[in-house]
């Protein structure tokens, strides 16, 4: 999609089952993806060529995925086994990072400068939390007034987490330690899931009118 006109394209990656998660390495041109119909993570260049799957298995319901681009990891939530894990961009090297006291993990971001991982869990405790990108020194940041935190983005130059909630309808921000939580949009029916942000605009999806909005 070109955010400032709106036009969009279909990427030429055949016919896909059911893909949740995507991101983008700029640097080497994979567009990398989840599939929770097949059980796997793919990858392939923008005009389709070089299309292969990379996790075949320990990814059941991977609904989260980010790129640690510096370090060459590829790192995901999996629902279904209810862990945090990370592989090289290749696949190869996997390993659980989190794997305990985690109840439905979705969305992940990355903070690869200052060595941090921030997920949301829309488990029986909704929750956002965050620990180094290794696992060690974990901390929930925000554990009220949470339902379904399906989706979340950091603002790197504004210091800022931004999630959205398909269930309690609302896109709200926090400081990056949870603090100086704000309310950003609440629109009631909105069943949120995405969200991304760049310099200048925030953009979200919505389920329920199929639409992405900034």
Not at 3 to 16: M, Q
Not at 48 to 69: C, H, K, Q, R, W
Request: aromatic content about 12%; proline content about 4%.
């Amino acid at each position: 999609v070109n955010p400032t006109t709106g036009s969009n394209e279909t990427l030429p990656f055949g016919p896909l089952s059911n893909p949740v998660a995507v991101d983008y390495d700029a640097t080497s041109g994979y567009v990398y993806w989840t599939d929770v119909a097949e059980h796997r993570i793919q990858r392939a260049y923008l005009n389709g060529t070089g299309m292969e799957a990379i996790v075949t298995s320990n990814a059941i319901t991977a609904d989260g995925l980010a790129l640690d681009i510096p370090g060459g990891n590829v790192y995901w939530t999996d629902t279904d086994r209810n862990a945090i894990s990370v592989a090289r961009m290749d696949g190869k090297h996997f390993r659980n990072v989190l794997s305990t006291q985690l109840d439905q993990p979705r969305a992940i971001v990355l903070d690869p400068e200052n060595g941090y991982m921030y997920w949301t869990d829309w488990g029986a405790q909704a929750k956002i939390e965050r620990a180094a990108m290794d696992g060690t020194g974990r901390a929930t940041l925000v554990n009220a007034e949470l339902l379904w935190p399906n989706g979340l983005t950091l603002d790197k130059s504004a210091q800022r987490l931004y999630w959205c909630d398909g269930r309690t309808y609302k896109i709200e921000s926090s400081d990056l330690n949870g603090y100086d939580r704000r309310l950003f949009f609440y629109q009631h029916p909105l069943h949120f899931f995405g969200i991304a942000v760049d310099d200048t605009h925030l953009y979200w999806t919505a389920w329920n009118v199929r639409s992405i909005i900034r």
